[in-house]
Nanobody, 122 residues
Framework: QVQLVESGGGLVQAGGSLRLSCAAS????????MGWFRQAPGKEREFVAA????????YYADSVKGRFTICRDNAKNTVYLQMNSLKPEDTAVYYC???????????????WGQGTQVTVSS
């Protein structure tokens, strides 16, 4: 079992930055690929970024490539999402998730956090 708790969301102006954190419980955190997803009002949840257990491979949605960076600290059981150059269309609830499956496939994620709200004003 893995329990995930996100933090770091908030309100920011367009062009600003935020760093999301996801703290995981469980001794096997380092075995999981960790991902970030987001869901805007009226839209489906979508993939944002993911990182393999070793941190050696990362994956990004085209919409955030070059602006967002995912990293992890297995010693702290924490994964981060650094978000720069934020746009109003980045406004959504951001979810942290864990999988032993494919990094960009939402349906293969086994564990989910409760989400944290990110609002980008224009």
């Amino acid at each position: 079992q893995v329990q995930l708790v996100e933090s770091g969301g908030g309100l920011v102006q367009a062009g600003g930055s935020l760093r999301l954190s996801c703290a995981a419980s469980g001794r096997t955190f380092s075995r999981y690929t960790m991902g970030w997803f987001r869901q805007a009002p009226g839209k489906e949840r979508e993939f944002v970024a993911a990182i393999r257990w070793s941190g050696g491979s990362t994956y990004y949605a085209d919409s955030v490539k070059g602006r967002f960076t995912i990293c992890r600290d297995n010693a702290k059981n924490t994964v981060y999402l650094q978000m720069n150059s934020l746009k109003p269309e980045d406004t959504a609830v951001y979810y942290c998730a864990a999988t032993t499956g494919r990094p960009i496939v939402l349906g293969e994620y086994d564990y989910w956090g409760q989400g944290t709200q990110v609002t980008v004003s224009s």
